[in-house]
């Protein structure tokens, strides 16, 4: 049996075209914040720009980044995200989600796919789709929602709103992925409220994992997952809450064709961690960081929800 990549050299990333604050998932998820000051323009121009420069800093660093531009309609002020509606897997498969909001929905572009096939030579054999479990209320809302060790084939999963039980059971028994559930708060208000993705919190690299822990406030589902990590070789990089306010989970290890391994994560996690901290991780790879502070602050994501990775073999010439 052929052995799985956990990393990938090639991401698909959406430019914005009316990025914003969106109401729609602003009721639970909690690091959206709006910035009175500026005006859907200068928005506009500021998450471009921030988007720009990351793209450009991946490519630097030899990743093969394939960016579309999201189109004016429909109206998709989260598009910048794609991770949470399509992944994408070494046998050729592709999965489509089922999203918690109305307007992120629209997201969904059949068209990628063809870009994808047509332009960068890009194979998929199946779409496997999970957006019927919108009509029961019940999302799963990709790589957000669901952390993948696809070497271990284990789906590390926070249960909330946009992370659903069966749908995830549903995830794993499709793509054969043995599924770790737990469920992770943040601090809101006085209250413990489950964080919204799983992504905020966790990140599974090659060798080693960035976790959490205090976001689990169950001591056996935190020491679930922990055992698992452990027993599956990872060295576990601890991150405060307080850091991952500042999207320090928020990371992803990507590749280029050189077969260099880098972790990628926004200014803003960068300057959260602690000597220590990037010691820990540099012991495995270089980092590489490029600031997005008006993404994060309206959208409540921050760079691993910006990249989608490609899996997907390619077509034979």
């Known amino acids: 049996m052929k052995m799985q990549k956990q990393i990938t050299s090639t991401l698909l990333m959406i430019r914005p075209v009316q990025f914003r604050f969106n109401e729609q998932t602003a009721v639970n998820n909690y690091y959206q914040k ?41 109206d998709t002020p ?40 047509d332009n960068y030579a890009f194979s998929w054999a199946e779409k496997v789709d999970f957006t019927f479990y919108e009509s029961e209320g019940k999302y799963l809302e990709g790589t957000g929602s669901m952390i993948l060790d696809r070497v271990n084939k284990i789906a590390y999963a926070a249960l909330s709103q946009r992370t659903n039980e069966e749908a995830l059971q549903e995830f794993c028994t499709r793509f054969d992925y043995k599924p770790v559930l737990f469920k992770a708060y943040q601090d809101v208000d006085g209250d413990r409220l489950p964080i919204y993705h799983t992504n905020v919190m966790m990140c599974v690299a090659d060798e080693f994992a960035i976790l959490c822990a205090d976001s689990i406030d169950d001591r ?29 989970g928020n990371m992803l290890q990507v590749s280029n064709a050189a077969n260099e391994r880098f972790l990628v994560m926004s200014s803003a996690a960068y300057d959260s961690l602690g000597e220590r901290q990037i010691a820990d991780i540099q012991k495995h790879c270089p980092i590489v960081h490029s600031p997005l502070h008006t993404i994060e602050a309206l959208g409540g994501g921050s760079a691993r929800c910006m990249m989608a990775e490609i899996f997907l073999p390619k077509k034979k010439q």
């Open 34 to 74: 709006k910035i009175g000051s500026l005006n859907a323009e200068e928005i506009q121009k500021k998450a471009q720009m921030e988007f720009d420069g990351f793209a450009e800093v991946l490519r630097e660093h030899g990743i093969d980044v394939i960016v579309v531009d999201d189109t004016a309609i429909p």
């Open 220 to 248: 056996q589902e935190r020491k679930t997952v922990i055992d698992m990590l452990l027993a599956t070789g990872k060295e576990v990089i601890y991150i405060s809450e307080e850091q991952k306010e500042y999207f320090a």
């Open 78 to 117: 989260d598009s910048i995200f794609p991770n949470n509606w399509i992944s994408f897997h070494e046998d050729g498969r592709v999965a489509v989600y089922p999203m918690y909001a109305e307007n992120r929905r629209l997201e969904r572009r059949e068209d990628i796919l063809e870009i994808l096939r």
